[in-house]
């Protein structure tokens, strides 16, 4: 005869709210870091204007390589270059009842990201020196992958632990057991300090200089980050005597 194998025992309904002889403790943790950035995005814009248009194109299409060729020589300190929007557009003018392309301006957009801020500043200098060129930066920021970014959150998990054992101790008893984390976000600061610098060819349609000059690297003081964590934690306790 085959025996019924006795069926385990049904586990304890869990209590949100706790109970007499299981209460809970819910508190929360925060964590506040000020860093240093590791990477800075500026963002170029080339622009050229000619009453003809493939004199625009061909002016847009020199600087773009230039450009990209200057950016390239620091080698790793470029974390990231990309190509964005490019676009080549008429400016109509009226004559008599009718429009007529009076020139085509054309612009094209860079943006590099580095991680070196010495090096950073040099780049802008060279840049900001050519002809028909704007800056705009830096913005200063954290990796998505900084471990900054875990410090704040073991940091908030601990304080979470901590205020939950000092709410112990206030009831002159102990945790039991952790029921519950939820991580409510963590958050990098948007502090990104901007910058603009803008030259412009003096003759309508002028090239300009685009070689690199002998003037001294521009300082810029990165701004730090701040990184905010913030979890919730329950737990159990020894049920206090209260009596």
């Given at each position: 005869m085959t025996e019924t194998p006795t069926p385990a025992p049904a586990p304890a309904p869990h209590h949100p709210y706790g109970t007499p002889t299981t209460p809970h403790v819910?508190?929360?943790g925060e964590a506040h870091l000020e860093v240093d950035p590791e990477i800075a995005h500026i963002t170029i814009t080339l622009t050229a204007r000619s009453t003809d248009r493939r004199t625009t194109l061909d002016d847009l299409t020199r600087r773009n390589t230039t450009t990209l060729d200057l950016i390239k020589t620091y080698g790793d300190?470029?974390?990231?270059?990309?190509?964005?929007?490019?676009t080549i557009r008429?400016?109509?003018?009226?004559?008599?009842?009718?429009?007529?392309?009076?020139?085509?301006?054309?612009?094209?957009?860079?943006t590099t990201t580095l991680n070196d801020f010495t090096t950073l500043g040099e780049l802008v200098t060279r840049l900001a020196d050519n002809d028909l060129t704007r800056l705009d930066g830096p913005w200063w920021a954290l990796r998505p992958t900084s471990p900054h970014h875990a410090a704040a959150r073991r940091q908030a998990v601990q304080?979470?632990?901590?205020?939950?054992?000092?709410?112990?101790?206030?009831?002159?008893?102990?945790l039991g057991a952790l029921l519950e984390l939820n991580d409510t976000g963590v958050h990098a600061g948007p502090h990104m300090?901007?910058?603009?610098?803008?030259?412009?060819?003096?003759?309508?349609?002028?090239?300009?200089?685009?070689?690199?000059?002998?003037?001294?690297?521009?300082?810029?003081?990165?701004?730090?980050?701040?990184?905010?964590?913030?979890?919730?934690?329950?737990?159990?306790?020894?049920p206090p005597n209260l009596g």
């Open positions: 819910t508190v929360r300190a470029i974390e990231k270059l990309e190509t964005g929007t490019l008429p400016e109509l003018t009226r004559h008599g009842r009718a429009e007529r392309i009076r020139a085509y301006h054309g612009s094209i957009q860079i304080e979470a632990l901590q205020r939950a054992r000092e709410y112990a101790e206030a009831l002159d008893t102990r300090a901007r910058a603009a610098f803008s030259t412009q060819a003096m003759a309508y349609g002028g090239a300009g200089t685009e070689a690199a000059t002998d003037a001294a690297p521009i300082d810029l003081e990165p701004v730090r980050q701040t990184i905010d964590a913030q979890v919730e934690a329950s737990f159990t306790l020894i």
